[in-house]
Nanobody, 119 residues
Framework: QVQLVESGGGLVQAGGSLRLSCAAS????????IGWYRQAPGKQREFVAR?????????ADSVKGRFTASRDSAKNMNIVYLQMNSLKAEDTAVYSC???????????WGQGTQVTVSS
């Protein structure tokens, strides 16, 4: 069965950095993309970043220039990363990854990892 596990969250001071990982297992199909989303307390979940199997990346305006999505290998998407630099208090949220298959509309989510930025 498909599983996504995020890791790398924690407490960091404003201006600091964290690198999140999303490890996918149980994949028996082609992956189109993996996206990163976040949800802060009392707010709706929002898009953060996305990386496609071709290596293209997309970012929310609020994180452009500070966050970078990457993958462990150009050959597969089993592990993707979100490097977060120049963190701000408003980046505090639970960060989750979302897997998009190439030939299906089903989506899978990880359990999320907490990122807390102290100001």
């Amino acid at each position: 069965q498909v599983q996504l596990v995020e890791s790398g969250g924690g407490l960091v001071q404003a201006g600091g950095s964290l690198r999140l990982s999303c490890a996918a297992s149980g994949i028996t199909f082609s992956i189109n993309a993996i996206g990163w989303y976040r949800q802060a307390p009392g707010k709706q979940r929002e898009f953060v970043a996305r990386i496609t199997s071709g290596g293209s990346t997309y970012y929310a305006d609020s994180v452009k220039g500070r966050f970078t999505a990457s993958r462990d290998s150009a050959k597969n998407m089993n592990i993707v990363y979100l490097q977060m630099n120049s963190l701000k208090a408003e980046d505090t949220a639970v960060y989750s990854c979302n897997l998009e298959p190439k030939f299906a509309t089903t989506r899978w989510w990880g359990q999320g990892t907490q990122v807390t930025v102290s100001s």
